[in-house]
């Protein structure tokens, strides 16, 4: 089930990867859609492509920035119908003795005080449009311990625990909140973080691809798209009573 055109959305973190397929299935559903991006040239690149969408830089760990990317979407849409929550990094690799206190730090500054800053903006914004969807990308790794990746893992964690306690304050506005948890998503970024923990690990990367692959009931990563197509459906009148979740994307990742 599609979106009703027309929806005014926000996609961080939207010119690649997750969120360009995002960004792309709104507009396909004839969405008005702001993405920002902290990288310039994947985001002149997708406004190239995309010539109807609103593109800017922002870094979402940025206050002021943050700041900035609602000012322009309260200018252009006047209000919101949909957030997409979805700007990351990996984070660091590595045990949690030998880690730096920057790269902690770095990590959940952009994966999940990044959101909260996001959400504080959107929301005036959401409640002035009478209700609307919020989705939050989370991760597998937001309901899986994950060794040698613990800031990564606690941001998620986290990521989950803000999406149930937010969708019980925005609820009576009509505001819906969920977490999308992505699993093994083919693209550079999985391959980087294969890499890293494979040195990490003292394997090979072929060896430690199987290994990820083996911990997948489906045996098979997932694509970008099938992440696009959940969010939609969340913001759709099919996910008009879905609230509070988590939803997995995975092919059941049993452990990571």
């Given at each position: 089930?599609?979106?009703?055109?027309?929806?005014?959305?926000?996609?961080?973190?939207?010119?690649?990867?997750?969120?360009?397929?995002?960004?792309?299935?709104?507009?396909?559903?004839?969405?008005?859609?702001?993405?920002?991006?902290?990288?310039?040239?994947?985001?002149?690149?997708?406004?190239?492509?995309?010539?109807?969408?609103?593109?800017?830089?922002?870094?979402?760990?940025?206050e002021d920035a943050v700041a900035d990317l609602f000012r322009e979407a309260g200018g252009r849409f006047g209000a919101l119908d949909v957030l997409v929550n979805n700007a990351g990094i990996s984070?660091?690799?590595?045990?949690?003795?030998?880690?730096?206190?920057?790269?902690?730090?770095?990590?959940?500054?952009?994966?999940?005080?990044?959101?909260?800053?996001?959400?504080?903006?959107?929301?005036?914004?959401?409640?002035?449009?009478?209700?609307?969807?919020?989705?939050?990308?989370?991760?597998?790794?937001?309901?899986?311990?994950?060794?040698?990746?613990?800031?990564?893992?606690?941001?998620?964690?986290?990521?989950?625990?803000?999406?149930?306690?937010?969708?019980?304050?925005?609820?009576?506005?009509?505001?819906?909140?969920?977490?999308?948890?992505?699993?093994?998503?083919?693209?550079?970024?999985?391959?980087?973080?294969?890499?890293?923990?494979?040195?990490?690990?003292?394997?090979?990367?072929?060896?430690?691809?199987?290994?990820?692959?083996?911990?997948?009931?489906?045996?098979?990563?997932?694509?970008?798209?099938?992440?696009?197509?959940?969010?939609?459906?969340?913001?759709?009148?099919?996910?008009?009573?879905?609230?509070?979740?988590?939803?997995?994307?995975?092919?059941?990742?049993?452990?990571?």
């Open positions: 089930m599609r979106p009703a055109p027309g929806l005014r959305v926000v996609v961080t973190a939207g010119a690649s990867g997750i969120g360009a397929a995002i960004a792309r299935a709104f507009l396909e559903a004839e969405a008005e859609v702001l993405v920002c991006d902290i990288d310039e040239g994947a985001l002149a690149a997708f406004a190239d492509a995309h010539p109807g969408v609103r593109a800017m830089r922002a870094d979402i760990s940025d984070g660091p690799t590595g045990a949690i003795d030998d880690l730096s206190v920057a790269d902690i730090r770095r990590t959940l500054d952009v994966d999940l005080l990044g959101q909260f800053l996001v959400l504080r903006q959107a929301a005036p914004l959401l409640r002035h449009g009478g209700g609307g969807a919020i989705v939050n990308i989370s991760s597998v790794a937001g309901r899986l311990g994950y060794g040698l990746r613990t800031p990564y893992a606690a941001s998620k964690w986290g990521i989950v625990g803000l999406t149930a306690s937010l969708a019980k304050e925005m609820g009576p506005d009509g505001i819906r909140v969920n977490a999308v948890l992505p699993g093994l998503v083919r693209g550079a970024r999985i391959e980087n973080v294969i890499r890293a923990r494979a040195e990490a690990s003292g394997v090979e990367y072929a060896e430690m691809e199987a290994q990820y692959l083996r911990n997948v009931s489906l045996r098979r990563m997932v694509e970008p798209e099938d992440i696009a197509a959940t969010t939609l459906f969340l913001c759709s009148p099919g996910g008009a009573n879905i609230s509070g979740q988590a939803i997995s994307v995975c092919g059941n990742v049993e452990t990571i």
